[in-house]
């Protein structure tokens, strides 16, 4: 856990809870691993995490592996597909799926606009 003075027990588990994400961020989603890794009832976890971050765990967990693969994605010589597994996606469609609720654009929408920046910047 990221060292800070929690006085409120509630905020040290959501930050528990970021981190776990953070460090299984490519692994599957599962809120019985999380609430065993960090002792804590998982439901309660689910509404506390809801009720300080105004997110779902399950949002946060997938926000992570589309902050991981934008940066995949600015690198031509991995391919869209590439970069959905290497950030724990089985299924590109999903991946796909996903980074557009997240991100509001597609993986091929998002790398063509990094282009066009990196083409525009010059």
Known sequence: MKRADFRDPGEA?????RDYIE?????KFS??????ALFVNGSYLLRLFKARTGSTLLS???AVRCDRAKALLARPDMSISEAGEAVGFVSSSHFSHVFKKTVGMTPTEYR???IKEVSDAE
């Open 23 to 27: 460090t299984h961020n490519t692994e």
């Open 112 to 114: 063509n606009s990094m």
């Open 60 to 62: 946060y967990h997938n």
């Open 13 to 17: 588990l959501v930050q528990a809870a």
């Open 31 to 36: 809120l019985q691993a999380m609430s065993d």
